[in-house]
């Protein structure tokens, strides 16, 4: 891969995880006045929309027959179950405890990745895995405080993480096949077919919504969901699904510093010790070992 191409997949990364941080704040308005199902249906509709005017209008056709199984499972897993569940979830366990849990997401991606996809889990990726996952274990206990926390809610959000690493996983060798734009748009698409059986709570619901929480499930499609799931999808085709799960450490502490920019939200300084330690295993992940020497070099040298 060129350097300028593993530049983009690098820019296409950040602004997934910087989008995908954002939609926390967006969550919380929508959240209060739409149910889980909802809320999903409403945000996946949103979504295809846009990502099925712009596959129009750049013409992006049917993706490839060899690409429609991990098109499908992704579209169910992780656009459909576990956009349902982690809504259901939050519901059912205070902030910080979610966080925590979903965080287990990442590490298993890079599990799945290597068993099902061979890929390979080199030392920098684990330790950096391990920095950012206590980090966000920081980050999590920081925001609990007297948060509740029930049983159902915790075993939703381990739940909400399996479907997203499944439908990581199961999203990377369809990307061999079609085009982000087209893995996205149609695992979106299958994503708001399942969620269909929510239409009728949709509809109530947007009957009696605040303005602003409609406003904000719409931002969720548009931006968290069809933007930053297409560059997600350009940046995991051109690298390994455990290095891209483990990118997304970076959400916990771009969550922590939109919160304190938009709610004036100030952080403890748990909670600013846990966001560097994502952000330092990130870096330590996506670091590579400096290169071996060309033999040729060293020949001459020895010479």
Not at 101 to 129: D, Q, T
Not at 138 to 156: I, N, T
Not at 184 to 191: E, I, N, P, Q, R
Request: aromatic letters at 6%.
């Amino acid at each position: 891969m060129s350097n300028r191409t593993s530049r983009l997949a690098l820019a296409a990364a950040g602004v997934t995880v910087v989008l995908w941080a954002s939609a926390f704040v967006s969550i919380r308005s929508a959240g209060a006045a739409y149910s889980p199902g909802a809320l999903a249906l409403g945000r996946l509709l949103a979504g295809s929309l846009v990502l099925g005017a712009v596959l129009l209008i750049r013409r992006g056709g049917l993706p490839p027959r060899a690409a429609w199984p991990g098109i499908a499972v992704s579209g169910l897993l992780w656009f459909g179950a576990y956009m349902v569940v982690l809504n259901w979830g939050e519901q059912e366990v205070d902030a910080g405890t979610a966080a925590m849990v979903v965080n287990i997401g990442p590490i298993l991606i890079a599990l799945l990745g290597a068993r099902f996809l061979k890929e390979s889990l080199p030392p920098r990726l684990l330790a950096g895995m391990a920095v950012s996952f206590a980090g966000a274990v920081a980050v999590g206990l920081s925001m609990s405080g007297e948060g509740h926390a029930s049983v159902l809610g915790v075993v939703l959000c381990l739940l909400a993480a399996i479907a997203y690493a499944g439908g990581v996983v199961a999203q990377k060798p369809a990307l061999a096949h079609g085009s982000a734009l087209q893995v996205t748009t149609f695992g979106c698409l299958v994503g708001t077919v399942a969620c269909l059986p929510f239409a009728g709570r949709l509809v109530e619901e947007a009957g009696r919504a605040p303005l602003s929480a409609t406003l904000n499930m719409v931002y969720l499609g548009v931006f968290p969901t069809a933007l930053a799931f297409t560059t997600w999808a350009y940046a995991l085709a051109r690298t390994t699904a455990g290095r891209m799960g483990a990118t997304t450490y970076a959400v916990p502490a771009l969550v922590v510093l939109m919160a304190w920019v938009f709610l004036g939200e100030l952080p403890g300084l748990l909670t600013l010790g846990g966001g560097a330690l994502c952000l330092a295993g990130v870096a330590v992940s996506r670091s590579r070992p400096r290169a071996v020497a060309e033999p040729a070099a060293v020949a001459e040298k020895a010479a």
